[in-house]
């Protein structure tokens, strides 16, 4: 039996012989988190037709897969957030050291609720009531004080919003940091799961658009930068802590800027023909440039407003059948 007919999935074998459908690039480590979490935070190797192979094997069909535990295990490192492929193994992960560093986050999120309560209401946090602070807890979308407490630590949530929210300011102005506007295009239609009332910005390095992966990740005073899940800013990242979920709100219009890499054949009308494409495509093109080399080649770089990953698959779809185009990539700087 074949079972190459997908091309982005690989099929794998348990042991005991149970089929494993994986997205192609998949590692051991993907596979031990898509049987358990705890085999995956227990890992400490793998197998692979019964020979020992690294962790960021990539599987292939036909693999049988065995992964080795130990009970003894400290938990995952933070180097697998490099290595795993599938977002279900990241975030597994990633929660992992959340939980780990929750106890650190909350009494930090309690000490600087307490400073600013000082510095604002000439006030502490064992003065205010708890009740009032379950109050905006809830408003926040958070189910329990402590959660709260740790978004605060973390940075996910301003102490200074929370005293402005509990009203108790001793007529004191509250100064918060200046944000610069950012250049990116407006944040709307980007959620901060569990959060609300956050400066959302997307990250220039790899620009996300609806239909992306996305990562947020908290910068202390500057809110969340939405990050492609992929964006090797966010798999290097290792102030795990910081890392939250985002997620794709509808929004009618929204468009976002994409810059596309177009290489093809160097001839006259080459560049009409591919902005005529993208025209036709309803996308409208911001900015354009043309480079030329001597072997007869030429590379195209457009900046693209897209409403969505699927209308931009759409409009390089139509780019790379125009004749004379060898390849088109999505920019990642």
Known sequence: ???????????????????????????????????HTEIGHACIGAK??????PLDYRLRNGDIVEIVTTKASHGPSRDWLAIVQTNQAREKIRQWFKRQQR??????????LDRELRRLAHETLASVDSARLTEIATQLHFRELDDFYAAIGYGAVSSA???????????VEISLPEVAPPAAPSTAGVRVKGVGDLLVRFANCCSPIPGDDISGYVTRGKGVTVHRATCPSVLSEKDIERLIEVEWEVVAQQTYPITVRIEGIDRPGLLNE?????????????????????????????TLKVTSLQQ?????ARIEGVRDVTGVTREQH
């Open 312 to 316: 931009l698959s759409k409009v390089l």
């Open 1 to 35: 039996v074949k079972l190459d007919i997908f091309q982005d999935q690989v099929f794998v074998f348990t042991p005991k012989g149970d089929v494993k459908d994986m997205p192609a690039g998949a590692t051991p480590l993907d596979f031990a988190y898509r049987i």
């Open 161 to 171: 919003q929370v005293v402005s929210r509990l009203g108790i300011q001793d007529d």
């Open 103 to 112: 106890d650190e986050n909350i009494a930090q999120g309690r000490e600087l």
């Open 48 to 53: 692979v037709n019964n020979r020992l192979v």
């Open 274 to 302: 591919i902005t005529n494409v993208v025209a036709e495509a309803k996308v409208n093109i911001v900015a354009a440039s043309v480079s030329t080399h001597p072997d007869g080649m030429a590379t195209l770089t457009l």
